[in-house]
């Protein structure tokens, strides 16, 4: 039972987090870019069907939120292949000006690259072949690119800055007059790489990292350099950031096709935001519908979510009162009691709620000590003592507002009647034991709580069991550990360490 409570409890934490994109951290940020598309055309006067190429390298990425629907149209996922397109519909004959969006908050999870690793790919065929008088200028470039750079991104950036500069090089400017019938410059860097024998492609897209306004697709070239795929911007020559970049085309689909409409045009805008990556996680569970997500504590309402992230550090606290008096031997009055004082202490901080717990707890005594003279039945001397405790309450409530502090009440946090419980144990153990003990337990059950209250407060703790409640399955396992132990406690082993000796 108990490596059937780790295996589940360790396994679905590391699940969330390898799979998806929790952390153990409360302040760790993600990086979310919120992707807009803005589609305008003119309708003709009848239905209307629009479809837009989706991005490409949606592995890795998570969705936070997604905003498909336009008024007067419906929203439809096709996948065709490797192809992924958006599909609008309208739900009646449309005429005139016509604007769609197609909005999306995403995040690459763990940071997973968008270009992936992998064999070396084939080399792409040649646009158009060089023909001899060409041939000649396009081996004395690359063999000018090659110069003193040794890795195919050093003679890919050379290359395209060569390109870009044809004024300094006849051989690119020679090349740059060459017919072609598509692809310009872009096309003729990557006959040029794979004439050297580099692998590339054409992809266009979005850099995410920048903010961008009503922009459209930016035309980049990739280069595997042995290991993993690099992007390169052909104006400046500079290795991109293929984590931020938004791959939308590489396999020369049609970005945008409209049915019933001209004058058709699309536009990117795109912006960046920090947030949570716990936050970000959830979100994307609730968009995937992960049933991890669906049927956890983050499908309750807010104000239910608040009460049970309190509720699920208490399993921790058990764990403490139990290593505590099982393994350590510390006692306490009362198995829980120290729990409940840990979560009074959170309402009126650690220094202010031993004061007031003291306070209450010795006079509570004293008066308790009083009723024993009058041989009462027990209900009944319980009864008068919880009487005791709410006058003691509300005592020192008065007094302190009467000395200009609102400290004093704060008193009514504690739980009024374990309170009056644990003084007529204390005062019972007074009476058949002594003072000594009764010092002994309320010293350790004191002890106990400032543990469990140190415990609470911490939000490395708070945030691990909200975001993984699972780990309860493990807090579990540790207990039935703990409970199949029969040893000595640590506090014993001083007690019989003289049979030792001996």
Not at 488 to 496: G, H, I, Q, T, V
Request: hydrophobic share 45%; proline share 4%.
């Amino acid at each position: 039972m108990i490596v059937i409570l780790l295996a589940l409890g360790f396994g679905t934490t590391l699940y969330k987090v390898k799979v998806l994109g929790f952390s153990f951290s409360p302040d760790k940020e993600e990086t979310v870019w919120t992707v807009e598309s803005t589609i305008d055309f003119e309708a003709d006067g009848g239905p209307v069907k629009v479809s837009l190429n989706m991005p490409d390298n949606s592995a890795g990425l998570a969705i936070t939120e997604a905003h498909k629907e336009t008024s007067g149209y419906t929203f439809s996922l096709a996948e065709k292949g490797n192809e992924r397109r958006g599909i609008w519909v309208s739900k009646e004959d449309k005429n005139g000006p016509q604007r769609i969006y197609y909005r999306v908050n995403i995040y690459r999870r763990h940071n997973s690259p968008a270009t992936t690793s992998g064999a070396r790919p084939a080399l792409p065929e040649l646009s158009q072949p060089f023909t001899e008088a060409y041939l000649a200028a396009a081996d004395s470039l690359l063999k000018e690119s090659r110069k003193s750079a040794e890795t195919a991104a050093l003679i890919s950036t050379n290359l395209i800055n060569n390109l870009n500069d044809p004024e300094k090089n006849e051989a690119a400017a020679l090349l740059l007059k060459m017919p072609r019938e598509s692809g310009g410059r872009l096309s003729l860097a990557q006959d040029l790489l794979t004439k050297s024998k580099i692998p590339s492609r054409i992809s266009k897209g979005l850099l995410l990292d920048k903010n961008n306004k009503k922009k459209k697709l930016t035309s980049y070239i990739e280069v595997f350099d042995g290991k993993k795929w690099l992007l390169i911007n052909p104006k400046t020559a500079q290795v991109e950031n293929p984590d931020a970049f938004l791959l939308w085309q590489r396999n020369h689909e049609s970005l945008l096709e409209v049915e019933g409409g001209s004058n058709s045009k699309v536009r990117f805008s795109s912006m960046t935001t920090k947030i949570l990556a716990n936050q970000a996680a959830i979100k994307s569970g609730h968009q995937e519908s992960s049933w991890l997500i669906d049927f956890s504590i983050y499908s309750l309402p807010l104000s239910s979510q608040n009460t049970f992230r309190l509720l699920l550090l208490i399993p921790f606290g058990a764990l403490i009162v139990v290593i505590l008096r099982n393994l350590v031997g510390i006692q306490t009055a009362g198995t829980f009691m120290p729990i409940l004082i840990a979560l009074a202490f959170l309402q009126t901080k650690l220094i202010v709620g031993l004061i007031l717990f003291i306070t209450v707890v010795g006079v509570g005594l004293l008066m308790r000590s009083y009723l024993s003279h009058l041989n009462l039945l027990l209900v009944p001397r319980i009864s008068a003592v919880l009487v005791f405790v709410i006058t003691i309450y509300l005592a020192i409530s008065v007094i302190g507002v009467k000395m200009g502090s609102e400290l004093g009440l704060n008193v009514t946090f504690f739980p009024m009647i374990i309170i009056s419980w644990s003084i007529e144990r204390m005062c019972v153990l007074w009476e058949e034991e002594g003072g000594k003990d009764v010092l002994i337990q309320g010293s350790g059950s004191l002890f106990t709580a400032s543990l469990i209250y140190l415990l609470m407060i911490n939000d490395f703790v708070g945030n691990m069991i909200y975001a993984f409640p699972e780990l309860l399955l493990v807090l579990l396992a540790l207990i039935l550990m703990i409970g199949t132990y029969s040893g000595y406690r640590l506090s014993e082993l001083r007690r019989f360490e003289p049979m030792g000796r001996e």
